[in-house]
């Protein structure tokens, strides 16, 4: 008799639960050491809490009185809503980590869960660079103490391309197409968008060609027009960073991801083993303010089930 579990969901066995337990471990051991006192909030959330900018839930459901609940699709939303709640009057810099499960809503059939265990840290209060080169070492260090030796960071800013548009006079009814065709790296897609906008040669060419822009930190000297600004908060955070973390990094002036609360540096993990990121984050400064305290803030979340699989890969590698 088969008894099937939802769609996108797993059952995880003994052995690799020892490895992903003993995984989470390692990366929370870093985040406490880093001053990261660790949360947990429930998995269902009041839908009306959610803004419109947060991942899609995978699940709705009623309460008894009626209410919709989901399960939470990430960390980020509900420690916002702490921090608008219960730490309304607490100094900052707040800094929060946690080792939790989340929901999201995809395509199963391609592959992808509804269901993974992310680990994860958020900081809240310091501004632009200082706060994202913090971040950005407490990665690395993560992923250091997680074993992995390949990985890299691909990093950018969730206001280059926008500010592109605003350049070219873009409206604002034609940009979500071309910021999606950016999210899932189409760039035949984001070519056929471009060229329905009936803009300028000069301008499709530059729609088309910075996002496509990758390396190091040379290209941050590049001229891109309206994005300049982008630009240099990424050299300036180049700056903030050890010789260590810095020589991790690849800067890709198209990077986006799906999620819509993000303003400024953005950033990826990838490894040679995997071909998919691992785990990701940014800065998302005004999405505090819907929770009733304005402070900016970045934090990353790490998908634990994906760097086991990632350090599965480089063990068989190395042993060749």
Do not use: W
């Not at 990366?27 to 880093?34: K, P």
């Not at 459901?61 to 939470?72: A, I, K």
């Not at 300036?236 to 799906?258: K, T």
């Amino acid at each position: 008799m088969i008894h099937p579990i939802p769609s996108g969901t797993r059952d995880v066995l003994p052995d690799e639960m020892r490895e992903l337990r003993a995984i989470g471990e390692r990366v929370r051991t870093v985040f406490d050491a880093a001053g990261y006192g660790e949360v947990y909030t429930p998995a269902l959330e009041y839908e009306s809490t959610l803004v419109p900018s947060a991942p899609p839930p995978a699940y709705r459901l009623f309460d008894d009185q009626g209410e919709v609940l989901v399960l939470r699709s990430d960390m980020t939303v509900p420690i916002a809503r702490i921090v608008g709640t219960r730490y309304l009057d607490a100094d900052p810099p707040l800094r929060f980590c946690y080792l939790a499960h989340a929901y999201r809503g995809v395509r199963p059939q391609r592959g992808q869960s509804r269901e993974f265990l992310q680990a994860g840290v958020e900081l809240i209060g310091p501004p632009g660079a200082v706060g994202t080169a913090e971040a950005l070492t407490v990665l690395c260090a993560a992923l250091d103490a997680a074993g992995l030796a390949e990985y890299r960071i691909g990093i950018g800013d969730a206001s280059i391309y926008p500010a592109l548009l605003d350049g070219f006079g873009v409206p604002s009814e034609a940009r979500a197409p071309l910021l999606q065709e950016l999210v899932t790296r189409d760039f035949v897609g984001l070519q056929r968008e471009v060229d329905a906008l009936g803009i300028s040669q000069e301008a499709a060419s530059a729609l088309l060609r910075i996002p496509q822009i990758r390396g190091g930190r040379e290209i941050l000297d590049g001229e891109v027009g309206a994005a300049g600004k982008a630009l240099e908060g990424l050299r300036d955070l180049y700056d903030h960073l050890s010789p260590d973390v810095a020589g991790r990094l690849i800067f890709d002036l198209g990077l986006l991801r799906s999620l819509g609360y993000y303003t400024g540096a953005l950033f990826e993990v990838y490894d040679p083993m995997l071909g998919v990121p691992i785990g990701g984050g940014g800065r998302y400064d005004d999405l505090l303010a819907h929770y009733g305290r304005s402070l900016p803030a970045v934090g990353f979340a790490l998908n634990i089930e994906r760097l086991h699989i990632a350090l599965m890969g480089e063990e068989r590698g190395g042993q060749r």
